[in-house]
């Protein structure tokens, strides 16, 4: 398999379940190899407008999607005609359903010069709280 090159612009961590954001990940990834080309990027960064989002790319510079079929790109049983890899059209419905779960949003844009860009949108956490130490304990101070 190809490699993928990580960028690591905001180290927040985001408030999600581990195995569930694992899933999301590794199904966008999967994407990036099936039906996109290299380089693949996997890319932690900060939302633009939105500082207590924390977005999550994966980039790749294949073909990208067609706008015909973007409307459908996260419904399930979707799969793109003409496509040579095989799958059952689950995996962008799951990533979607996961992060909606999550409190997070997934969208698709295409990458500059060419490619597809999937963004998981979820709630960062600030460095000194974590998911545990969230406040909401409801013991004695």
């Not at 689950?90 to 979607?96: I, M, P, Q």
Request: aromatic share 4%.
């Amino acid at each position: 398999p190809e490699s993928v090159a990580v960028e690591v612009g905001d180290r927040r961590p985001v408030l999600a379940d581990e195995r569930h954001l694992e899933q999301m990940i590794g199904n966008l990834l999967g994407n990036a190899h099936k039906y996109g080309q290299p380089p693949i990027v996997l890319r932690t960064r900060p939302c633009v407008g939105h500082p207590e989002l924390l977005c999550i790319d994966v980039e790749d510079h294949g073909p990208g999607v067609s706008p015909a079929f973007q409307t459908q790109l996260f419904r399930e049983f979707s799969r793109a005609s003409g496509t040579a890899a095989a799958g059952t059209g689950l995996g962008l419905h799951v990533v979607r359903s996961l992060a909606e779960a999550q409190g997070g949003r997934v969208s698709y844009a295409t990458a500059p010069g060419g490619g597809a860009v999937f963004t998981i949108t979820l709630q960062a956490l600030s460095e000194s709280r974590s998911p545990v130490d969230s406040g909401e304990s409801g013991g004695t101070p």
